[in-house]
Every structure is written in C-alpha cells, then in structure tokens.
C-alpha cells in the first residue's frame, strides 16, 4: 500500500498514512476538522529492462573498457590526429 501525506489547509497540521489506491482520499483533518489536502512531493524513479539508460545503469567492468594499444589510446584511436584530454 503507498503512504501518502496530507495537510490541514486550515491549522497546518500534516501527517502520512497508508491507504490503498482505491481508497476514498480523507477530507476532515482529526485535530480541527479542517479541510485535508494530498501533498505531492518529488519520487525518484528508475528504469529498469533493456534499452533504459545503459550507459548510466550498466555495471563498468573490465570487459567493458575499450582494448588499449601500446600508446595507452584505445585502438579506436591510434590514427585519430583530435586531442581527447588524455
């Protein structure tokens, strides 16, 4: 069950509780019977499967790394003329 948070739009008074996602949302605030409102806050996500960020999630390994020349350089670039920084 998600928890969701309210808040009293009259005293201020916020809480979480667990409800199910076919609950009625509450109304009353316990403290003053105010009017409660749902606060919707930031969630953090993350993709999972094939094809979501594979570069950001794909554990870096070894095997991963390009194959170096003698230079240090990937063999992708022992003919490349461009300053990569390294």
């Known amino acids: 069950m998600p ?3 309210y808040k009293c739009s009259d005293c201020g008074h916020g809480f979480e509780i667990f409800q ?3 609950d009625e949302p509450l109304k009353k605030c316990d403290n003053c019977n105010g009017n409660l409102r749902k606060v919707f806050g930031n969630t953090g996500i993350i993709f999972k499967g ?3 960020y594979v570069n950001d999630y ?3 390994g070894a095997s991963d790394a390009p194959a170096s020349g003698s230079s240090g350089r990937p063999e992708a670039c022992a003919g490349c003329s461009n300053y990569c920084g390294d």
Do not use: P
Request: no cysteine; net charge positive; glycine share 8%.
């Open 3 to 5: 928890t969701y948070e």
């Open 20 to 22: 199910a996602m076919s």
């Open 50 to 52: 094939s094809g979501f």
């Open 58 to 60: 794909k554990n870096k």
